[in-house]
């Protein structure tokens, strides 16, 4: 069985700190990983993608790689109330001879002010 | 660009009816998917398509048919509507990206159905 495994949450940050989201994956194969952000009764979107071992910046975010461990975080600097969402990690995996997405079940994030 | 499109947003079917959820997109991705999203749950894939005519099954294809006749259409056929198939679903879509994997999906506004 392929999977994704999160912490559901909630966590639980004051405003400007640190959150830190973690997930483990199964398949050593795995090449592409990707963090989707998901408000209460939206659809998702993509904060980030990464492909190779090591962190990815981006503005407040930062994604680290680490396939070895099989794992990728996402971290968000400053943290803002309005980051307060679900946020799923999904990574590709081998499916049918196609790499497709396998998404875990999400961590709640709350920002309290 | 619209992007994904869904219809409709909402549906309240009795047990044993059958509809279809409608899936567009107009961004000529090569990928399409299903997916069911539970209450405080992931999301579980239905079925997806890697291009027109080409379907596959997803994690938790059982009482679900699709089809995909063209690049923009991608519509989830529920047969004999159960209660467990109460959920919010979601059609996505992407470019075939790097050594042939999913790129970045690109996700509709989602249909909440309730089977009762």
């Known amino acids: 069985q392929k999977e994704v495994e999160q912490n559901s949450g909630p966590l639980s940050v004051p405003e400007g700190a640190i959150a830190s989201l973690n997930c483990t994956y199964s398949?050593?194969?795995?090449?592409?990983f990707f963090w989707y952000r998901q408000y209460s009764g939206k659809s998702p979107e993509l904060i980030m993608f990464?492909?190779?071992?090591g962190d990815k910046e981006d503005g407040r975010f930062t994604a680290q790689l680490n396939k070895a461990s099989q794992y990728v975080s996402l971290l968000i600097r400053d943290s803002q109330p309005s980051d307060s969402a679900t946020y799923l990690c999904?990574?590709?995996?081998?499916?049918?001879?196609?790499?497709?997405?396998?998404f875990g079940r999400g961590t709640s994030l709350i920002v309290h002010p | 660009n619209a992007g994904v499109t869904q219809t409709p947003k909402f549906r309240i079917l009795k047990i044993g009816q059958s509809m279809t959820l409608q899936c567009t997109q107009d961004?000529?991705?090569?990928?399409m998917y299903w997916y069911r999203q539970d209450p405080g749950m992931g999301l579980k894939l239905i079925y997806y398509?890697?291009?027109?005519?080409?379907?596959d099954k997803g994690e938790v294809p059982n009482g679900y048919n699709v089809s995909r006749s063209t690049t923009e259409d991608f519509p989830l056929r529920l047969e004999l509507a159960a209660p467990s198939q109460t959920s919010v679903y979601f059609c996505?879509?992407?470019?075939?990206?790097?050594?042939?994997?999913?790129?970045?999906?690109?996700f509709g506004p989602g249909t909440r159905l309730t089977v009762l």
């Open positions: 996505a879509s992407s470019y075939r990206g790097r050594q042939g994997e999913t790129d970045t999906q690109y």
């Open positions: 990464i492909y190779s071992n």
């Open positions: 398949d050593r194969g795995s090449q592409s």
């Open positions: 961004m000529n991705h090569n990928y």
């Open positions: 999904a990574v590709n995996m081998l499916s049918g001879g196609s790499y497709i997405p396998t």
């Open positions: 398509s890697v291009g027109a005519g080409i379907t």
